[in-house]
């Protein structure tokens, strides 16, 4: 054996070091940064582990965010409205403003992107800065949300559930340094987690981020079903497993009542585009309005107060009022005001700047509309067709599916937030008539409609434009306020 092979084969004896030996405390701080670098599992287990995380850190956003707003509601609605007594029956008109006006200056100080319903700020993120999103987004969302909603603006709480989950899902991103494909991954399943915990439906909720921010299903939705369950079980653990919604069990009554929900899918289709212009219109305004952005909420909530005033029952986000309709609680002509009340109201709100979502305000829509379609038709054909409760149950389902062009999981969460299946066939011949004449009327969905605006790029949009051009619609052309990503 040659000397060389001697060489190769001698065991060589570590030099000394003059450095201590390593602490386990020392040991256990590394442990993070071999973590971040995955290099300790295959790619797709590592994602699942991170897709977990993300679940369990969104369910806990979703938990906390819930109580922040229940605390803060309880405080309005009791100390503060205590205090404006002297004010007589205007103290419920001050309490939006007093929301706004602690609100306004926070969003216009910190981020500038909790300002209004959130998903197309994702959307944003998603698309032009590869999943890239501020981490005191989060922190922001909670809080500005928390006071508007809290404090009587009529905005729902499922998007800053999205954008709470979507940030969280972002940071996680970035500190374990993942590819801007695999962040764009994680943001899309903190969303499914926002919406899951939201309303208690994790399977709605991966079909909402896939459907709604990625525009199709793909193999990433092994982990956006993981985030959203996990987020799911973490916010039932802390709220309880019962369905958003209490209501009686509905069910087709006759094979002739579907003609009459396809015709209501059509008029809840029509006012859920009237309601997208109606919010962008009022966006508009306040955009052009010569007057300090942070104090524009303020006088949207003020605004939002003077009809709440009159409509007590839109306070927030409304949703003991929905179980009324389902119910059958209100008549008629209640359902019909509470329609344009909150419509008014949730424009007020989010178009001055308010930090909310529209999921919510959309289904509180569909059900009075649905409500008081199904009364008419009841009075007139009281033997064979259901009462207006199962016709506010289809009407939420249908008005959100034509505004966000999101008939699956428009149909799925219905569901899930019922435990009711018995209501199938009414439910998709409402959506078909609704996502039909929405998409006739306008092909941005209340989401994409910012996104083009601004002339960012997002699934779909090269179709969504030929067909804009064929209705003969312009659409004005703005350039994203957002702040940079990084923080």
């Known amino acids: 054996m040659t000397s060389a092979e001697d060489d190769i084969h001698e065991p060589v004896e570590p030099a000394p070091s003059s450095s201590p030996p390593r602490t386990w405390r020392a040991a256990m701080g590394r442990w993070p940064k071999v973590f971040s670098k995955a290099s300790f599992l295959p790619e797709q287990n590592y994602l699942i582990i991170l897709a977990v995380v993300v679940g369990v850190l969104t369910g806990y956003g979703s938990v906390g965010f819930i109580f922040v707003l229940e605390w803060l509601a309880e405080f309005a609605r009791g100390e503060v409205a205590h205090a404006l007594e002297i004010f007589g029956p205007a103290n419920l008109v001050l309490l939006p403003a007093i929301g706004g006006l602690i609100a306004g200056p926070l969003i216009h100080k910190f981020a500038k992107e909790a300002r209004g319903h959130g998903v197309p700020e994702v959307m944003t993120a998603l698309a032009s800065r590869g999943g890239r999103i501020r981490k005191r987004v989060a922190t922001i969302k909670v809080i500005t949300s928390s006071l508007t909603i809290g404090f009587g603006g009529t905005a729902g709480r499922e998007g800053p559930m999205v954008q709470i989950g979507s940030a969280i899902g972002s940071a996680v991103g970035q500190w374990t340094k993942l590819t801007p494909h695999r962040v764009r991954t994680l943001v899309t399943c903190g969303a499914a987690g926002g919406v899951a915990a939201t309303f208690n439906a994790p399977i709605a909720g991966a079909i909402f981020s896939m459907e709604v921010l990625i525009g199709r299903l793909q193999?990433?939705?092994?982990?956006?079903?993981?985030?959203?369950?996990?987020?799911?079980?973490?916010?039932?653990?802390?709220l309880g497993n019962y369905p958003a919604f209490t209501a009686p069990a509905y069910d087709l009554v006759s094979g002739r009542e579907l003609p009459l929900y396809f015709a209501m899918g059509l008029i809840l289709g029509w006012a859920a585009i009237l309601y997208v212009r109606a919010l962008y219109k009022a966006e508009d305004l306040f955009g052009a309005w010569k007057f300090p952005d942070y104090l524009k909420p303020a006088v949207g909530g003020l605004l939002a107060g003077l009809v709440l005033r009159y409509f007590p029952d839109i306070y927030g986000a409304g949703l003991p009022a929905v179980e009324s309709a389902l119910w059958v609680r209100f008549p008629w002509e209640l359902l019909v005001g509470l329609f344009v009340a909150e419509?008014?109201?949730?424009?007020?709100?989010?178009?001055?700047?308010?930090?909310?979502?529209?999921?919510?305000?959309?289904?509180?829509?569909?059900?009075?509309?649905?409500?008081?379609f199904g009364s008419l038709v009841h009075f007139v054909f009281p033997d064979w067709t259901?009462?207006?409760?199962?016709?506010?149950?289809?009407?939420?389902?249908?008005?959100?599916?034509?505004?966000?062009?999101?008939?699956?999981t428009s149909i799925l969460i219905l569901f899930e937030m019922t435990n009711d299946y018995r209501i199938m066939l009414p439910l998709m011949a409402a959506t078909v008539g609704s996502v039909y004449l929405s998409h006739r009327l306008s092909p941005f969905s209340i989401y994409t409609l910012k996104l083009h605006r601004r002339g960012i790029s997002y699934p779909g949009r090269e179709e969504a434009e030929r067909a804009a051009q064929r209705m003969g619609l312009t659409t004005s052309t703005t350039t994203s306020t957002s702040e940079p990503a990084s923080s």
């Open 386 to 408: 259901a009462t207006s409760g199962a016709y506010a149950m289809v009407g939420m389902a249908a008005f959100f599916a034509a505004a966000a062009k999101a008939p699956t």
């Open 219 to 238: 193999t990433d939705f092994l982990l956006v079903l993981l985030t959203s369950l996990s987020s799911c079980m973490v916010a039932r653990s802390y």
């Open 343 to 372: 419509m008014v109201a949730n424009c007020f709100t989010l178009g001055s700047g308010g930090s909310g979502g529209v999921f919510a305000p959309s289904l509180y829509m569909g059900a009075m509309l649905g409500g008081a």
